[in-house]
C-alpha cells in the first residue's frame, strides 16, 4: 500500500497562483502515470493532469495553459503549479496514479479561490 501525502493548498485571490505537492510513502518511479485529481463541492472527482514517467503532461481542459505538472525526481515529490486560478478551481486537490489506486487515496489538500 502507498500512501500519498498532498500540501500546498489554501486560500487565493482569482487570478493567484499556488504551488501544489505530492509526496509519497514509496518510491514514484515505478508508477507509470501519476495525476492530480480535483473534487470540487458537490462534483465527483476528477483528472485535472497527468505526467507519465518520461515527463509527458496532459491536462484537462478547464486547466490546460494556467497549470503546470512536473516530477522533481531528487525529493520524489509531483508537483502541481497552478496560475491564474479561477473561482471554479475551488476543490480539494488529491494525487494519485492514472489509473488511480483506489485504496490509497490521501487527505488531500483544500485550495480555495475567493475574492
Known amino acids: 500500500q502507498v500512501q500519498f501525502v498532498e500540501s500546498g493548498g489554501g486560500l487565493v485571490q482569482p487570478g493567484g497562483s499556488l504551488t501544489l505537492s505530492c509526496a509519497a510513502s514509496?518510491?514514484?518511479?515505478?508508477?507509470?502515470?501519476m495525476g492530480w485529481y480535483r473534487q470540487a463541492p458537490g462534483k465527483q472527482r476528477e483528472l485535472v493532469a497527468s505526467?507519465?514517467?518520461?515527463?509527458?503532461?496532459n491536462y484537462s481542459e478547464s486547466v490546460k495553459d494556467r497549470f503546470a505538472i512536473w516530477r522533481d525526481r531528487s525529493k520524489n515529490t509531483v508537483i502541481l503549479r497552478m496560475n491564474g486560478l479561477l473561482l471554479e478551481d475551488t476543490g480539494v486537490y488529491f494525487c494519485n496514479t492514472w489509473p488511480p489506486r483506489n485504496d490509497d487515496w490521501g487527505r488531500g489538500t483544500p485550495v480555495t479561490v475567493s475574492s
Open positions: 514509496g518510491s514514484m518511479a515505478k508508477y507509470g502515470v
Open positions: 505526467i507519465e514517467y518520461v515527463g509527458l503532461t
